[in-house]
Nanobody, 126 residues
Framework: QLQLVESGGGLVQAGDSLRVSCVAS????????VGWFRQAPGKERELVASIKWSGDETDYTDSVKGRFAISRDNAKNTVYLQMNELQPEDTAVYSC???????????????????WGQGTQVTVSS
């Protein structure tokens, strides 16, 4: 079993950058795909980015391509999401989750993800 804890959220202005982290405790973290999801008030949870267990494949939702970057350090059981050029529409609770699968389809299906963190709030003011 894995426990995931996110950190690094906060209040920033449009155009600013922020890095959120997801730290895992437990065994097997390096065997899982890690996904960052976000959920804004009144909206469904959506995939932001995912990274394969090996770290050599990544997947992004179209709205963040070129602005966000996901990376992982398996030695530290940590996955990062670097967010640049933040916009008000990026405001949401950001959560990380792990999945034993990696594909464009499973990355976007929350049912593929077995363990979830509590989330960290990111608020972008205009």
């Amino acid at each position: 079993q894995l426990q995931l804890v996110e950190s690094g959220g906060g209040l920033v202005q449009a155009g600013d950058s922020l890095r959120v982290s997801c730290v895992a405790s437990g065994r097997g973290f390096s065997d899982y795909t890690v996904g960052w999801f976000r959920q804004a008030p009144g909206k469904e949870r959506e995939l932001v980015a995912s990274i394969k267990w090996s770290g050599d494949e990544t997947d992004y939702t179209d709205s963040v391509k070129g602005r966000f970057a996901i990376s992982r350090d398996n030695a530290k059981n940590t996955v990062y999401l670097q967010m640049n050029e933040l916009q008000p529409e990026d405001t949401a609770v950001y959560s990380c989750a792990v999945s034993p699968y990696y594909s464009r389809t499973t990355n976007r299906d929350t049912r593929s993800f077995t363990y979830w963190g509590q989330g960290t709030q990111v608020t972008v003011s205009s």
